[in-house]
């Protein structure tokens, strides 16, 4: 099926060869070197006018990355995923949980026997 429309192909607005007399002339730049725990060197290209960031994310393996090549940033520490009981624990005691039980299951006898409906 054939495109419709009055469109010439193959071009669009600003395509064609530009060069600096068109663009005008480029900033001048530096190049800054950064080091990964993975012994991974990234350069990238800065202003000259721009401030040099301290650590930047490795583009290969997302690590952090630092100027010093003895000494890169060590990888993050990540944290396993924790379960709604991982974190009660951490808040309870076991003595706190069996008192907690103990009083809920009185409360519940209690209401069972005096003829409360618990839905």
Known sequence: MAGGGNAIRGSRVGAGP?????RGD???RQTVTYFC??????VVPFSTE????ESWDCPKCGLPASLDSDNPPPAP???PYKTHLAYVK???SDKEAEDILDEALTLL???RKSGDIIF
């Not at 530009?18 to 068109?22: D, I, K, T």
């Open 37 to 42: 725990a993975r012994e991974h060197r990234s």
């Open 109 to 111: 006898r209690t209401r």
């Open 77 to 79: 520490k990540i944290e």
């Open 26 to 28: 480029a900033a001048p």
């Open 90 to 92: 951490e808040r309870r």
């Open 50 to 53: 721009a401030t040099i960031p």
């Open 18 to 22: 530009m060069g600096e007399a068109e």
